[in-house]
């Protein structure tokens, strides 16, 4: 997959192509996403998936927190898996927000990727103002060589798969119920970092996980899942929060991994959460916390004993 990263490349074949946020990778974009891989290599033209540096919405209101599901390089990594020939990045800038449906079609569908045909998702919205829907695509098109195919929203349990779900069961800790709109268990990415050295004095050392700035966080509390370094998963307790037994902390996101000693400062990984265990509570004493930290531990374990990591995605 070429990756296009500049605003003055261009693609001359006519090329499918797909566009989109595409937050998270869900089963509703994989589903788009196939749908234009297929039909290019139907038609014999390259395939193209356009999407932007970051989540409009950071640019559009940046008072929201809601924070994205991927960090853009991960985003990169699992596109590249799905066989696409071209992944046209663009910079999602005032100047880029502020075209009309009229010219984005003019300047980035036609002028940058040469589209002959268009796939995107039933609800998709562009341009300033987000003027631009399907119908305007319809119309554009027909007068601009090239066909629009709108994709139905994909349902599970009569529910739409949209990254705004998946963020919202993510916060409130429903780890467990996301496999069926995502495909895979949802993780978080960012590097070791040395914490406070608590845990490896109580018995349980941990490794503390300096998230990517700009994800959604987690609900605070403990979880199990898995911890992957160098793409192979670590089985672990996950504890998001901020130790309330040792006084008040920012928010983190630690692992005890079992079976594991290697120091690993530095590693970048990836946390898969799997299940949601308990809320983080404060205990009178250290020892308590020991106590249901070893609780913790052994529920890990089962769930564990019974689930897989799913990595990047799960087919």
């Not at 797909?18 to 033209?45: P, S, Y």
């Not at 496999?179 to 914490?195: A, D, E």
Request: glycine share 8%; proline share 5%; aromatic share 10%.
């Amino acid at each position: 997959m070429d990756i296009l990263r500049s605003i003055t490349q261009k693609i001359q074949p006519a090329t499918n192509v797909t566009i989109g946020t595409f937050d998270g990778l869900h089963l509703g974009h994989q589903e788009i996403i196939k749908k234009t891989t297929d039909a290019a290599k139907f038609n014999a033209k390259p395939s193209v998936l356009i999407t932007f540096d970051r989540r409009p919405r950071t640019l559009l209101a940046p008072s929201e927190k809601a924070g994205d599901l991927i960090t853009i390089d991960t985003k990169i990594r699992i596109i590249n898996s799905f066989g696409l020939d071209y992944l046209f990045l663009l910079e999602f800038s005032p100047a880029l927000a502020n075209l009309t449906p009229a010219e984005f079609c003019e300047q980035i569908l036609v002028g940058k990727v040469n589209v002959s045909q268009l796939f995107v998702g039933a609800n998709f919205r562009f341009g300033a103002k987000a003027a631009g829907n399907i119908a305007f695509l319809k119309h554009y098109g027909q007068k601009n060589g090239f066909s629009v195919t709108a994709i139905p929203l994909l349902k599970t349990e009569q529910r739409i798969i949209s990254s705004t779900k998946i963020r919202d069961m993510f916060t409130a800790g429903e780890v467990e119920n996301i496999p069926s709109f995502l495909g895979r268990y949802h993780f978080v990415t960012g590097r070791i970092v040395k914490g406070a050295g608590r845990g490896t004095g109580i018995g349980f050392p941990t490794a503390n996980l300096m998230i990517d700035n700009d994800l959604c966080m987690p609900k605070e509390g403990v979880y199990a899942g898995y911890l992957w370094l160098n793409d192979k998963p670590k089985k672990a307790v996950i504890n998001v929060g901020t130790n309330p037994t040792f006084g008040p902390g920012a928010v983190h996101l630690e692992a005890h991994i079992f079976n594991f000693s290697e120091e690993i400062y530095g590693e970048r990984v990836r946390v898969e959460l799997q299940t949601y265990l308990r809320n983080e509570q404060k205990f009178p004493a250290v020892e308590a916390l020991i106590k249901q930290i070893i609780i913790d531990a052994e529920l890990a374990k089962k769930w564990l004993n019974h689930s897989k990591p799913t990595g990047w995605l799960e087919y």
